[in-house]
């Protein structure tokens, strides 16, 4: 592939230079499995397994793991300096930014810290799953998702029947407070520590099913296999209690219809169509045949909201327009990068960030300044419009949909996702990323595609 998002090392035919690269890619496609086990492993440990004041020390878990994959990539693949360099230039602006803002504002050094954590480490990631993620590795992760979503969706149906004060619905919180849908029906937080976690989860797992359901004869993944999972997404999305995971799955269903009416081939077209409409109607059922007292809670929510908040379109929209507001009361340096991120309000209390917005763009502006927090909110946009042509351009060419419809979740996280405050969000975004640039790297073979 001939572009910065992977890279073509040279082929060495030795057997001993085959059996090295052969012990490399094992290694680095357990770190890949280990990763994302340790997705699902914080919250556990954190919530049921260590709770109390040492659960915090697993806030971090998967940072170990990212570092190994860097220092296993570093050592041991050819570095890339299509984006090595960019990004080495990148985080050397993040840190003197982030650490000139900490010297004005006289914080704790976690904040800086904290920032530049969320605005660089976990970048390389995608970039290192494109470039060396085999077609093997990316079957491995796929279907390890695909069984995960199985056990989540029966620990969310289980919380879901529970009341909030039940052990299994507990959070991380001292206080033992659980996010409601309505009444003492709670809105279930998953393996996670809280609902975003749980949220991002179920709308990330509709891509994936979809993209599974693509690729599912190229990849080898068990046809029940992709159907059970997607039944559980379904489950997961119609008790998660969170309207946004709602609209996050219609969105990525649009993506999906995209990617057939942009085909090349008319039948791809059209039965990637009657599939969606086909999976649409069975989800319209299981939310509310199957499952009738989370559609009713789900509508005494929404009615609640909307006259507290305003219309649900709205809502939504306000995660965007409200950046102009932040222009009018944020200084010319920012407040601090990280300043916004939860762990920097627990360390240094939630009174002295009440003028941060909570919506990632006008955070980020609030961050960074008007005119450094503004450059790299349109940095992420751009990256995320140039990815997402990238996706459109394959599945035109070649009928592979795979890429643009993971690439729906996506972009709604490098769009609007609060990727730069959020440790859930700052973990699927990137891994989602991943996966697309994976699917890029990985096109279906056109022997299967016929």
């Given at each position: 592939?001939?572009?910065?998002?992977?890279?073509?090392?040279?082929?060495?035919?030795?057997p001993?230079?085959?059996?090295?690269?052969?012990?490399?890619?094992r290694?680095?496609?357990?770190?890949?499995?280990?990763?994302?086990?340790?997705?699902?492993a914080?919250?556990?440990?954190?919530?049921w397994?260590?709770?109390?004041g040492?659960?915090?020390?697993?806030?971090?878990?998967?940072?170990?793991?990212?570092?190994?994959?860097?220092?296993h990539?570093?050592?041991?693949y050819?570095i890339?300096?299509?984006?090595?360099?960019?990004?080495?230039?990148y985080?050397?602006?993040?840190a003197?930014?982030?650490?000139?803002q900490?010297?004005?504002?006289?914080?704790?050094?976690l904040?800086?810290?904290?920032?530049?954590?969320?605005?660089?480490?976990y970048?390389?990631l995608?970039?290192?799953m494109?470039e060396?993620?085999?077609?093997?590795?990316?079957?491995?992760?796929?279907?390890?998702?695909?069984?995960?979503a199985i056990?989540?969706?029966?620990?969310?149906?289980?919380?879901?029947?529970?009341?909030?004060?039940?052990?299994?619905?507990?959070g991380?919180s001292d206080?033992?407070?659980?996010?409601?849908i309505?009444?003492?029906?709670?809105?279930?937080?998953?393996?996670?520590?809280?609902?975003s976690?749980?949220?991002?989860?179920?709308?990330?797992?509709?891509a994936?099913?979809l993209?599974?359901?693509?690729?599912?004869?190229?990849?080898a993944?068990?046809?029940?296999?992709?159907?059970?999972?997607?039944?559980?997404t379904?489950?997961?999305?119609s008790?998660?209690?969170?309207?946004?995971?709602?609209i996050?799955?219609?969105?990525?269903?649009i993506?999906?219809?995209?990617?057939?009416?942009?085909?090349?081939?008319?039948?791809?077209?059209?039965?990637?169509?009657?599939?969606?409409?086909?999976a649409?109607?069975l989800?319209?059922?299981?939310?509310?045949v199957?499952?009738?007292?989370?559609?009713?809670?789900?509508?005494?929510?929404?009615?609640?909201?909307?006259?507290?908040?305003?219309?649900?379109?709205?809502?939504?929209l306000?995660?965007?327009?409200?950046?102009?507001?932040?222009?009018?009361?944020?200084?010319?340096g920012?407040?601090?990068?990280?300043?916004?991120?939860?762990?920097?309000?627990?360390?240094?209390?939630?009174?002295n960030y009440?003028?941060?917005?909570?919506?990632?763009w006008p955070?980020?502006?609030?961050?960074?300044?008007?005119?450094f927090?503004?450059?790299?909110?349109?940095?992420?946009?751009?990256?995320?419009?140039?990815?997402?042509?990238?996706?459109?351009?394959?599945?035109?060419?070649?009928?592979?949909?795979?890429a643009?419809?993971?690439?729906?979740?996506?972009?709604l996280?490098?769009?609007?996702?609060?990727a730069?405050?959020?440790?859930?969000a700052?973990?699927?975004?990137?891994?989602?990323?991943?996966?697309?640039?994976?699917?890029?790297?990985?096109?279906?073979?056109?022997?299967?595609?016929?």
């Open positions: 592939m001939s572009d910065a998002f992977a890279f073509t090392e040279p082929v060495w035919t030795t001993r230079a085959q059996a090295r690269i052969a012990r490399r890619d290694t680095m496609g357990r770190l890949f499995i280990l990763f994302v086990v340790a997705i699902f914080e919250g556990i440990l954190r919530k397994v260590i709770p109390g040492a659960q915090k020390i697993f806030y971090f878990l998967r940072d170990p793991v990212i570092l190994a994959i860097y220092i990539y570093l050592r041991h050819r890339n300096p299509r984006w090595v360099k960019p990004f080495l230039i985080a050397m602006f993040i003197i930014l982030a650490l000139l900490n010297i004005y504002w006289q914080r704790g050094i904040t800086p810290l904290l920032g530049i954590r969320f605005y660089t480490f970048l390389p995608p970039f290192i494109a060396v993620m085999t077609r093997a590795q990316l079957r491995q992760i796929l279907l390890l998702l695909l069984w995960a056990p989540v969706a029966l620990l969310v149906m289980f919380q879901f029947s529970q009341p909030s004060t039940a052990w299994i619905n507990k991380t206080d033992g407070f659980v996010f409601t309505t009444g003492d029906i709670p809105r279930p937080y998953g393996p996670f520590t809280f609902t976690g749980q949220t991002l989860f179920g709308a990330m797992m509709v994936v099913c993209a599974c359901w693509e690729r599912r004869r190229d990849l993944l068990p046809f029940w296999l992709v159907l059970s999972a997607g039944f559980a379904m489950v997961m999305v008790l998660g209690g969170s309207r946004g995971g709602l996050s799955a219609g969105i990525l269903m993506f999906y219809v995209a990617a057939g009416l942009t085909s090349p081939k008319l039948a791809v077209g059209a039965r990637r169509i009657v599939t969606i409409v086909l649409a109607t989800a319209i059922m299981t939310f509310v199957v499952f009738p007292q989370a559609y009713e809670a789900m509508s005494i929510r929404q009615t609640h909201a909307v006259r507290s908040e305003g219309s649900t379109a709205g809502r939504a306000s995660t965007i327009t409200d950046v102009t507001h932040a222009y009018d009361y944020t200084p010319f920012g407040f601090g990068l990280g300043a916004g991120s939860n762990g920097a309000r627990a360390s240094n209390g939630n009174t009440s003028q941060l917005a909570e919506s990632e955070r980020m502006v609030n961050e960074g300044g008007p005119i927090g503004t450059l790299l909110l349109m940095l992420r946009q751009c990256f995320a419009l140039v990815l997402f042509l990238r996706c459109l351009r394959l599945n035109r060419k070649t009928g592979d949909g795979s643009m419809i993971m690439m729906g979740f996506a972009a996280e490098l769009g609007i996702g609060q730069t405050s959020d440790n859930q700052l973990t699927f975004t990137w891994f989602a990323t991943g996966l697309v640039l994976a699917f890029l790297h990985n096109p279906q073979t056109s022997r299967r595609r016929r």
